[in-house]
């Protein structure tokens, strides 16, 4: 009885030491954790910090700028998930990202339209996506060290490529839906080991929130089931029901986007990728594979970096491209290492598998991408690169990541060295990258000297320097000839490389118009865009003004009916036609055009007013007042034209009628 009782105290002992063994393991683990965490979001901050003082720029005119349905905050969201994401310059309406819509209007509600703000939520959602695939990667590869899944990490974090991701405000949406792909997989993950069915419900909840922010996350319907499979070997006839739950993502995504208010519509043009031009995949092969180099180039030698390549920055390749022939070359020996280390070797088959496969819809051969190329589009894939690296630098100095106690003391300074090196490189390229994102002049600038080839980086540097002058009415002459001048430069630049680049057509013969005075000179442009483009309403409008402005009014009159029988909304045309009418004292026929567009349909106050300026001049006071009441009634917020109705009754005496038009300048003037 008595060795009974001493070996009972021993193991009671034994038993205790242990428990409190591994709760100093646990608190050692989680203070390390914190410490990754603080780390990571101290790195981002000082990588991305700067960045927070800048303006906006590419496209965020879009999404937040001068988007109105966004800056009315909470009160939108619904709307906004029955809405498009992006109505461009040219009424074009496409894709359907609703979850980035809703959180930037979420920013605006609590902070108004703020660039600064908006940069700093970038980088703060950022620092969150290396912090949770950091966690990820513990519980992908549980028996390596810790220090392996950091490694990865850093790498992610420190990389140039991410630097438009995170610099761009419009870019959000890359960020948001690596977040719910990376959620998705670890709610999935968690049902294979603990077989709660809420996991699996949580896991295609965060799968359509990453397809709801953008549709890079498509390809992570076979990153997750891979993963599982590949890496925690869950056999395939168990994954039966992770299938079936990516139906419900995939239903409800397809139902909401098909049921927008406003139809999804975009035409893609040469200079964004000409492989849209009636291509087949077989023709798209080659490009695909020189798409792979670049991706391979940019991830291991990421310089320089460019907002936008596109046509012909890159080339559209054929197999008589050597760097095709290398591609193939490299990924036959990859295929070859995947087949041979598939079971010895499976965390850089994992990322190599992994890359491929969320790069393969950014290829270009399954369908083109707009663009050709994007560093954007390397953010997801992104991962899988970093993991091959991280397994090649400690591989190479012979760490031992298998040894699940290692300590960072215990390894060797040539690795810290370079591992300090790659980390120094990489973020001062990254670092230094924000200049060039300071505003969307800036960005253009820096860009096309890097993408002299490129059609569209020279026709946005080329809008950008117009724009810096609209936007600049102190401006110096000299300042502005210069940047005058540049815009023609750039926008001759984009045609030589694309010949037929209408919106450049357009824009260059309005330049020769604006700012020279040289209207004859505008006309061939304007005409070669519509020959290009028979419906190109701008163009047809701004034709009628140069040919009105030389002289050619009948030409004029019919090239601005035309703007109106291709679009029934273009108001700038009526305004325009009614004034050449009046300069002839052709009344009737402005009455006539104002009295049709009413009965097209069209919505403004303009039809109004321009009948009741015809109807003063005519000296019916009368109609002319019943044009203006019903121009306040299409328009409210038209303080000016409020402004004359109340004058005008408080002359009349009818004082009650006078102060109901004050009192709708004074509610226009607070909205």
Same mark, same amino acid.
């Given at each position: 009885?008595?060795?009974?009782?001493?070996?009972?105290?021993?193991?009671?002992? =034994?038993?205790?030491?242990? %428990?409190?063994?591994?709760?100093?393991?646990?608190?050692?683990?989680?203070?390390?954790? &914190?410490?990754?965490? /603080?780390?990571?979001?101290?790195?981002?901050?000082?990588?991305? @910090?700067?960045?927070?003082?800048?303006?906006?720029?590419?496209?965020?005119?879009?999404?937040?700028?001068?988007?109105?349905?966004?800056?009315?905050?909470?009160?939108?969201?619904?709307?906004?998930?029955?809405?498009?994401?992006?109505?461009?310059?040219?009424?074009?309406?496409?894709?359907?990202?609703?979850?980035?819509?809703?959180?930037?209007?979420?920013?605006?509600?609590?902070?108004?339209?703020?660039?600064?703000?908006?940069?700093?939520?970038?980088?703060?959602?950022?620092?969150?996506?290396?912090?949770?695939?950091?966690?990820?990667?513990? &519980?992908?590869?549980?028996?390596?060290?810790?220090?392996?899944?950091?490694? $990865?990490?850093?790498?992610?974090?420190?990389?140039?490529?991410? %630097?438009?991701?995170?610099?761009?405000?419009?870019?959000?949406?890359?960020?948001?839906?690596?977040? @719910?792909?990376?959620?998705?997989?670890?709610?999935?993950?968690?049902?294979?080991?603990?077989?709660?069915?809420?996991?699996?419900?949580?896991?295609?909840?965060?799968?359509?929130?990453?397809?709801?922010? =953008?549709?890079?996350?498509?390809?992570?319907?076979?990153?997750?089931?891979?993963?599982?499979?590949?890496?925690?070997?869950?056999?395939?006839?168990?994954?039966?029901?992770?299938?079936?739950?990516?139906?419900?993502?995939?239903?409800?995504?397809?139902?909401?986007?098909?049921?927008?208010?406003?139809?999804?519509?975009?035409?893609?043009?040469?200079?964004?990728n000409p492989l849209f031009l009636n291509t087949t995949i077989f023709y798209r092969i080659p490009t695909g594979f020189y798409s792979i180099y670049f991706y391979l180039k940019m991830f291991l030698i990421p310089y320089p970096l460019v907002s936008y390549y596109g046509n012909n920055q890159i080339p559209i390749a054929t197999w008589a491209d050597p760097i095709v022939w290398i591609v193939l070359f490299a990924l036959l020996i990859a295929?070859?290492?995947?087949?041979?280390?598939?079971?010895?070797?499976?965390?850089?088959?994992? @990322?190599?598998?992994?890359?491929?496969?969320? $790069?393969?819809?950014?290829?270009?051969?399954?369908?083109?991408?707009?663009?050709?190329? @994007?560093?954007?589009?390397?953010?997801?894939?992104?991962?899988?690169?970093?993991?091959?690296?991280?397994?090649?630098?400690?591989?190479?100095?012979?760490? #031992?990541?298998?040894?699940?106690?290692? =300590?960072?003391?215990?390894?060797?300074?040539?690795?810290?060295?370079?591992?300090?090196?790659?980390?120094?490189?990489? *973020?001062?390229?990254?670092?230094?990258?924000?200049?060039?994102?300071?505003?969307? +002049?800036?960005?253009?600038?820096?860009?096309?000297?890097?993408?002299?080839?490129?059609?569209?980086?020279?026709?946005?540097?080329?809008?950008?320097?117009?724009?810096?002058?609209?936007?600049?009415?102190?401006?110096?002459?000299?300042?502005?000839?210069?940047?005058?001048?540049?815009?023609?430069?750039? +926008?001759?630049?984009?045609?030589?490389? $694309?010949? #037929?680049?209408?919106?450049?057509?357009?824009?260059?013969?309005?330049?020769?118009?604006?700012?020279?005075?040289?209207?004859?000179?505008?006309?061939?442009?304007?005409?070669?865009?519509?020959?290009?483009?028979?419906? +190109?309403?701008?163009?047809?409008?701004?034709?009628?003004?140069?040919?009105?402005?030389?002289?050619?009014?009948?030409?004029?009159? !019919?090239?601005?009916?035309?703007?109106?029988?291709?679009?029934?909304?273009?108001?700038?045309?009526?305004? /325009?036609?009614?004034?050449?009418?009046?300069?002839?004292?052709?009344?009737?026929?402005?009455?006539?055009l104002n009295r049709s567009g009413i009965e097209k349909g069209a919505l403004s106050d303009i039809f109004h007013i321009n009948m009741g300026n015809v109807y003063f001049i005519m000296g019916d006071t009368i109609n002319g007042i019943t044009?203006?009441? =019903?121009?306040?009634?299409? #328009?409210?917020?038209?303080?000016?034209? *409020?402004?004359?109705?109340?004058?005008?009754?408080?002359?009349?005496?009818?004082?009650?009628?006078?102060? +109901?038009?004050?009192?709708?300048? !004074?509610? /226009?003037?607070?909205?």
């Amino acid at each position: 009885m008595t060795n009974f009782n001493a070996r009972f105290k021993k193991m009671a002992i =034994k038993t205790a030491f242990k %428990s409190n063994q591994t709760k100093l393991v646990d608190i050692s683990e989680k203070t390390f954790h &914190r410490k990754i965490i /603080a780390f990571f979001f101290i790195l981002s901050f000082l990588l991305y @910090g700067k960045g927070i003082g800048n303006d906006y720029s590419m496209d965020d005119e879009f999404v937040v700028k001068n988007n109105k349905q966004v800056q009315r905050g909470i009160r939108a969201i619904p709307n906004i998930f029955r809405t498009t994401y992006v109505i461009d310059s040219q009424k074009a309406s496409y894709e359907y990202r609703p979850i980035v819509k809703a959180v930037y209007a979420l920013e605006c509600q609590f902070f108004g339209a703020n660039p600064h703000i908006s940069h700093f939520f970038n980088i703060l959602l950022y620092a969150i996506s290396v912090v949770l695939l950091f966690f990820i990667l513990i &519980r992908l590869f549980p028996q390596y060290n810790s220090i392996f899944p950091f490694v $990865i990490a850093t790498f992610f974090l420190v990389h140039p490529l991410h %630097s438009e991701v995170v610099y761009s405000i419009k870019n959000r949406d890359v960020i948001l839906s690596f977040i @719910g792909c990376f959620l998705s997989l670890y709610f999935y993950l968690k049902f294979y080991e603990t077989k709660k069915y809420y996991h699996l419900f949580f896991g295609a909840f965060f799968m359509l929130f990453a397809l709801m922010s =953008k549709k890079d996350s498509i390809t992570f319907f076979a990153i997750i089931p891979f993963t599982i499979w590949f890496l925690k070997g869950v056999p395939f006839k168990r994954l039966g029901i992770m299938f079936l739950s990516f139906l419900l993502p995939m239903f409800v995504f397809k139902i909401a986007s098909k049921n927008v208010i406003n139809e999804i519509s975009r035409v893609v043009l040469e200079w964004e990728n000409p492989l849209f031009l009636n291509t087949t995949i077989f023709y798209r092969i080659p490009t695909g594979f020189y798409s792979i180099y670049f991706y391979l180039k940019m991830f291991l030698i990421p310089y320089p970096l460019v907002s936008y390549y596109g046509n012909n920055q890159i080339p559209i390749a054929t197999w008589a491209d050597p760097i095709v022939w290398i591609v193939l070359f490299a990924l036959l020996i990859a295929g070859y290492f995947v087949v041979k280390f598939f079971k010895t070797n499976r965390v850089v088959v994992y @990322g190599l598998l992994y890359f491929l496969i969320t $790069i393969s819809m950014f290829t270009n051969v399954l369908k083109p991408v707009v663009g050709i190329v @994007g560093e954007r589009f390397a953010f997801i894939p992104s991962v899988g690169l970093s993991i091959v690296l991280a397994w090649w630098l400690l591989k190479l100095f012979k760490v #031992n990541i298998e040894n699940k106690e290692l =300590k960072w003391s215990s390894l060797p300074g040539s690795f810290f060295t370079l591992f300090g090196l790659i980390i120094f490189i990489f *973020g001062m390229l990254t670092y230094v990258r924000h200049e060039a994102w300071k505003d969307a +002049y800036t960005l253009y600038a820096t860009d096309v000297k890097n993408a002299p080839e490129s059609a569209h980086a020279n026709s946005l540097i080329a809008a950008a320097s117009i724009q810096k002058v609209r936007e600049n009415p102190k401006m110096s002459v000299q300042e502005k000839r210069m940047h005058v001048s540049n815009a023609v430069k750039f +926008y001759q630049e984009s045609l030589r490389i $694309i010949p #037929n680049y209408i919106s450049s057509l357009n824009n260059l013969g309005m330049i020769y118009y604006t700012f020279y005075n040289q209207p004859q000179n505008a006309i061939p442009y304007l005409k070669k865009a519509i020959s290009l483009d028979t419906n +190109y309403v701008e163009a047809y409008f701004n034709l009628a003004t140069c040919e009105a402005k030389s002289g050619q009014k009948e030409i004029a009159e !019919a090239h601005y009916l035309k703007t109106i029988e291709i679009d029934p909304d273009f108001i700038n045309t009526y305004n /325009a036609l009614s004034s050449m009418y009046a300069e002839n004292k052709e009344y009737e026929k402005i009455l006539d055009l104002n009295r049709s567009g009413i009965e097209k349909g069209a919505l403004s106050d303009i039809f109004h007013i321009n009948m009741g300026n015809v109807y003063f001049i005519m000296g019916d006071t009368i109609n002319g007042i019943t044009c203006l009441v =019903k121009g306040v009634e299409a #328009n409210p917020k038209n303080r000016q034209l *409020g402004t004359f109705l109340a004058n005008y009754y408080r002359n009349k005496g009818e004082l009650n009628k006078s102060n +109901y038009y004050f009192d709708l300048v !004074a509610k /226009a003037a607070h909205r």
